[in-house]
């Protein structure tokens, strides 16, 4: 069983990953930034999921509450730091969104205090057992939703005319506007999607975890960028793949590497050989 | 009708048009000549809002386009088939029809594409494929169709028969043709001003971002010094 159990492990930590990821892999599709500040979003998202289901004992109305303000946040950064930029060489807006990062950690802090938060109660923790493997109701949760957001990511990007005037724009934004698809629209839509999906991921790691911290989004932040990479930069599928076989190597890892490594490095360890014999990512752009 | 009004366009201070007049009558087809490097894609690009004007105005039916923002353009009618195509290369030919009529009703775009089909039967047969994957015929011609998606007034065309071997290039021809018939303003630039000159009625020469010769085809045809003078080469 001990196989099996690790193995829902790996998914439950590579949902969120995923969620994560996603977000930056379609901001890095549209415009070619690394949009390393999504980590912060990501944090955003647990703090506020922490704040609101204190203050309603919601949990369902705090992860909506955060996926929306999230996406208004991801909205207003694309806005005030990407937007006045988008001519510039690639660094630029780089740097900005590290800047952008490291000051919404110092946020965090100022306005939440360096220890981070606790729910008073902590939601979903009966255990439920489904097809004999046995869980919390919040690791249940986590899985399903991240399973379902990535499905109606999917049908929005493969059903919709607002996915193919998505894909138009990532291929050739100025053919696209001229055949009538308002890439600023599509931009802003990108980013609120993006980001309220890091909205849920904070939140599935505020409740897993019982605590939102500054510096929460430090160790996504590096492992999500090197998990787009890993997808082959703007490809959401390879992304996906990517981020639930790392979740997957890290839950294995922790058991049978502990005396070798700890949790975070053995993901390093696996990033680096893995990108040493595929530098090109292990899936092609499309 | 398209009016241009001392036209300057260009990229950054770099102006790749100077001072261009143009009037194109409503239901005309309108050929652009002129060597590498004239201008002719950047004056296209211009209509379109893809290259910036610097100095003067572009109207279309009476409304200035410097305040049109370029996604609303294709809702005045005007329409685009780029130099190079710039299809959808990773999107199946219906998807890439699909986008020329992205501001259109479903039904209309059921209507348009039964048109599109009847005018090139081969995208018909093809209609699953990747656009990348298509011939350079068959790209031209999904180029053209997605821009009739659009139900244009006014199509502008850049470079139409680039690459084409004689027989596509007959068939893009005849489709002009069947365009101008049904009342369509067209302004074509082509390298192979032979053909341009035989659809077309107004025939303007660019050298350097000026315009040094327009008028009728009939002229231009009938003198083909004008050419060899302009452009270094017989009609
Ligand atoms: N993106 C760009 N940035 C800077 N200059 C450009 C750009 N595109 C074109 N130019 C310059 O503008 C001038 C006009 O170019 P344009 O593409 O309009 O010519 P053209 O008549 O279409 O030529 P061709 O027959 O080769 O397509 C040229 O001198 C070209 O170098
Ligand atoms: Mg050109």
Redesign the interface.
Known sequence: MLFLDLLIQGLLQGSIYGLIAVGLTLVYGLLRILHVAHAGLFTLGGYICVIVTNQTSSFLLAVLTSMILVGLAGMIIYRICYQPILDQPPFVPLIASIGLFIAMEELFRIFFGAYGLSFTELPLQEPLALMQINLKQAEWITIASSVGFVAMLAFLANRT?LG??W??TV??P??????????IQVRYLNFFIGSSLAAVSGCMMAVLNNLVEPTMGSVPSYKMLAIIVLGGLGNVRGTLIAAVLLGIIESYGTIYLDDLLDRDSIAFVFLIIALMIRPQGLFQR? | MLVLENLSCGYGPFRAVQSLNLKLEEGSVNALIGANGAGKSSTLMSI???VKIQEGKVFYKNNELNQI???????LGI??V?EGR?L????SVE?NL???A??KSKQRYSTNIERVFELFPRLKDRIEQLAGSLSGGEQQMLAIG?ALM?EPSLLLIDELSLGLMPKIIDQCYEVIQELKKQGMTLLIVEQNTKKALEVSEQVLILESGRKVWEGKAEDAKNNPEIFEAYLGLSS
Do not use: M, Q, W
């Open positions: 005319k193919l005037a894909k138009a291929t050739d100025e053919i696209a506007s001229s055949f009538g698809v308002n890439i499309h | 379109a809002g893809h923002a370029v996604h609303n353009r294709i809702r329409a685009l780029p710039r959808f290369p990773d999107l998807e699909k986008i020329g992205y501001h997605r659009a």
